[in-house]
């Protein structure tokens, strides 16, 4: 593989960049000693790196200048003391002084919740204008990091445009500019950076990327370096995702209490499955759940915690969360303003042809009330008793959609091709090879809504819509 900088592609692979030619320098300098900027300081002292902190809190900076930890947390303590002990690590209230006698510099502030539920960024754009400075004092390449939990866009568009405008340098050619979240959990942070699940490198130049990689080198040896913008977004998704678990386990509980059932061995069984419960299975954005299971099976638990009068505000969430993904895919097959609309994949998922529940039928449903014509292909779905059974369940299943299943049979075609003659828009529901060879031989003027992620050649196109992405 390749590296992608400045993409949305990321990749663990920085063998195409000779590190020799971009040594990383010994002195670091972290503005900011919260607790993640305490810690990263202490860290890097303990790698060999010649580190300054600096904070506007006088007393902190005080604290650790002696070498005390600020806060609780495992070995903290001890690294700090090392670090002041070997004349690694001095703390200074002076910012600018900070970044000119460093080469690298950690940019941890507060970021807390705004008046209105954002981010507050003003002390990053007030650390970024010391920062900017210091830079137009300095001709050495010098990198700056951000380590915050920021929304995507506040690196390049908050902190970057106030250091060029102050040091008159542009980043990229006289400066680098990263962000590198951090995944510290509190009262094993110290453990965390020196056995991290993940380091991830978001830079706009290649030059960045391999003085941050150096640096991380005796500690992961394969880092991912992506775009900034997936950085940033990275750490959000992380945390809102540990949420998750946190809530649905909760939700676990309260529906299994009532019920006299354990719910720790509930979720012990459940999470010895790393094959589809604790895996990337099912966690790529694309189209919505359908089948004879999740729907059905959800709502059997939203009815059940309903009769024991257990709330559990986010299981109630999954359908209408589920049904705004079709309703989504609705909207970008209008909005291509296409009469004639070819969907190819007309089963819950590849490979079956299984339509209890397919989203797919809701989609063609809601494009027909509309007055759009639809054709349709799906390589498992051939005409037979199998399939008069199915259209025969669908109808008793699902009666709102007793007029697409009756008009099915005449929607359906023998081949992609065929059903994609005339098509003003094509829907992609399932990523199959028959299916996304047959794209090649659309109508070039034709819009392709994607639902599924098909690979990036067959994505080459003006028209190409893609439903997240």
């Known amino acids: 593989m390749n590296m992608y900088v400045g993409n949305l592609e990321t990749t663990r692979d920085l063998n195409v960049i000779d590190f020799k030619l971009f040594e990383p320098k010994d002195a670091i300098s972290v503005i900011g000693l919260g607790y993640v900027g305490a810690v990263s300081l202490a860290c890097l002292s303990s790698l060999g790196h010649r580190v300054v902190g600096a904070d506007i809190d006088a007393r902190k900076v005080e604290a650790i200048g002696w070498g005390q930890s600020p806060i609780v947390e495992d070995r903290l303590g001890d690294l700090l003391t090392e670090g002041v002990a070997g004349e690694l690590l001095t703390t200074t209230t002076d ?26 960024t003003r002390a990053i754009k007030a650390v970024a204008r010391s920062i900017g400075a210091a830079l137009k004092e300095k001709d050495a ?26 040091s008159g340098k542009i980043a990229g050619a006289e400066f680098g500019i990263c962000f590198n979240p951090e995944f510290l959990r509190e009262g094993t942070a110290v453990a965390d950076f020196h056995a991290p699940p993940k380091t991830v490198i978001g830079v706009t130049d290649p030059r960045t990327a391999a003085i941050i990689a150096k640096l991380y080198a005796p500690v992961d040896a394969n880092p991912i370096v992506t775009s900034i913008e997936v950085a940033e977004l990275v750490k959000y998704v992380d945390n809102v995702w540990h949420a998750t678990k946190v809530c649905f386990g909760n939700e676990v509980g309260r529906l299994c209490k009532p019920l006299g059932i354990d719910s720790h061995a509930v979720m012990d069984i459940f999470v010895q499955d790393t094959k589809l419960n604790l895996s990337p299975y099912y966690l790529k954005p694309g189209f919505a759940f359908g089948g004879s299971c999740l729907p059905k099976e959800v709502r059997a638990v939203t009815h059940l915690a309903g009769e024991l009068g257990v709330d559990v505000p986010m299981i109630d969430a999954l359908i209408p969360s589920n049904r705004e993904q079709v309703d989504q895919a609705v909207r970008l097959v209008k909005e291509t303003s296409a009469k004639k609309v070819a969907i190819l994949g007309v089963a819950f998922k590849p490979g079956t042809d299984d339509l209890r529940e397919s989203p797919v039928l809701d989609l063609i449903a809601e494009l027909v009330k509309d007055g759009v014509e639809i054709t349709a292909y799906d390589p498992a779905i051939q005409p037979g008793p199998h399939i008069a059974q199915q259209f025969e369940y669908m109808r008793y299943a699902a009666p709102h959609l007793k007029e697409v299943v009756d008009a099915l049979p005449g929607i359906l075609r023998a081949t992609p091709e065929e059903a994609m003659t005339e098509a003003g828009a094509i ?35 003006a028209n190409y819509i893609g439903i997240g992405w």
Do not use: W, Y
């Open 427 to 461: 829907v992609v529901s399932q990523n199959q090879p028959a299916i996304r060879s047959a794209l090649a031989s659309r109508k070039q003027e034709a819009a392709v809504v994607d639902l599924v992620r098909i690979p990036t050649t067959a994505r080459a196109s």
């Open 141 to 166: 390449f010098h990198v700056v990091v951000l380590r915050c939990s920021v929304p995507p866009g506040t690196t390049l568009k908050v902190m970057l445009p106030e250091i060029e405008k102050v």
């Open 95 to 120: 910012v600018k002084r900070a970044v000119i006698e460093t080469d690298i510099t950690f940019v941890s502030v507060g970021t807390p919740t705004s008046e209105d539920g954002g981010c507050d």
